[in-house]
């Protein structure tokens, strides 16, 4: 019995053994703040020259790079807004952000207007929600960087814009009573309407929208005066963003006439 019981224990030992030598360590899954920080190092080190004249001329105005294949943050859990799936969610963020670019300075997003200044960071947070910038960045000085003085990261951008968007997509579903079967470039140029503060519930171009009515909302929608004068605001790329909505509104519009699928259907 004594010989037998031995038998077992050296078996089990070198099962033991075999596992211990053989069996691949554990690998925990990259965290994805370091995902993060490892994407603000390649935008850092970027050459900005590529990205627009501002940037050769100020070496503190970065971009992030529009040709770098942007990696996702994560957007699951607290981070989705609840009414579009996770896929969704990261599309009409990574296309807001290749829109607004960047900024790690502060700088005025309405330069050559001497009515306003909108002192801008990141991906078009407003200085001028102090106690939102506080509350989202504890360990920044929020003086020193409205002053242009300090800059923030990318991480530090990310977490201001990853809090922000769920409660634009929030407003555009409740201002487009159609929103949640609406097609994924859709919902996406509205909600990028919101994000810049084109849509309230007031405006003509959303109850266009509301009944339907494409090609005329694609149109009154461009009717406005900052879209008027931004070239002599110093943001004339907002009128290229702004058609490039409108051209999204009227083929939508065009592919409901012609009777092609135009429902995306897929909400959380």
């Known amino acids: 019995m004594r010989s037998l019981d031995t038998s077992i224990l050296v078996a089990l030992l070198a099962v033991i053994l075999i596992n211990l030598c053989y069996a691949?360590?554990?690998?925990?899954?990259?965290?994805?703040?370091?995902?993060?920080?490892?994407?603000?190092?390649?935008?850092?080190?970027?050459?900005e020259g590529h990205n627009s004249e501002e940037a050769t001329a100020n070496p503190r105005y970065r971009r992030r790079p529009a040709d770098m294949d942007p990696r996702d943050v994560n957007c699951d859990g607290t981070s989705d807004s609840g009414f579009?799936?996770?896929?969704?969610?990261?599309?009409?963020?990574?296309?807001?952000?290749?829109?607004?670019?960047?900024?790690?300075?502060?700088?005025?997003?309405?330069p050559k207007n001497p009515n306003i200044q909108d002192?801008?960071?990141?991906?078009?947070?407003s200085m001028a929600r102090r106690s939102t910038f506080k509350r989202l960045l504890p360990e920044v000085n929020y003086n020193d960087v409205r002053r242009g003085r300090t800059p923030i990261t990318q991480e530090q951008a990310d977490r201001l814009f990853i809090n922000d968007l769920p409660s634009f997509i929030t407003t555009a579903r409740d201002l487009f009573t159609n929103f949640d079967v609406l097609r994924l470039d859709v919902k996406t140029a509205l909600v990028d309407g919101v994000y810049r503060g084109e849509h309230v519930s007031t405006h003509r171009?959303?109850?266009?929208?509301?009944?339907?009515?494409?090609?005329?909302?694609?149109?009154?929608y461009i009717d406005r005066d900052d879209y008027r004068d931004a070239e002599s605001n110093g943001i004339s790329g907002i009128?290229?963003?702004?058609?490039?909505?409108?051209?999204?509104?009227?083929?939508?519009?065009?592919?409901?006439?012609?009777?092609?699928?135009?429902?995306?259907?897929?909400?959380c």
């Open 119 to 125: 002192w801008t960071i990141g991906y078009g947070f």
């Open 84 to 110: 579009v799936s996770s896929r969704q969610f990261r599309s009409i963020s990574n296309h807001i952000r290749e829109e607004e670019g960047c900024e790690y300075y502060v700088y005025d997003a309405q």
């Open 24 to 47: 691949k360590p554990l690998q925990n899954k990259p965290r994805k703040i370091d995902e993060i920080l490892e994407r603000s190092k390649r935008c850092a080190d970027y050459n």
């Open 205 to 220: 171009t959303v109850s266009l929208i509301n009944q339907g009515r494409w090609a005329e909302a694609s149109v009154e």
């Open 239 to 267: 009128r290229d963003r702004m058609d490039r909505n409108a051209a999204t509104m009227r083929q939508y519009g065009e592919d409901l006439e012609n009777g092609k699928f135009v429902e995306d259907g897929e909400t």
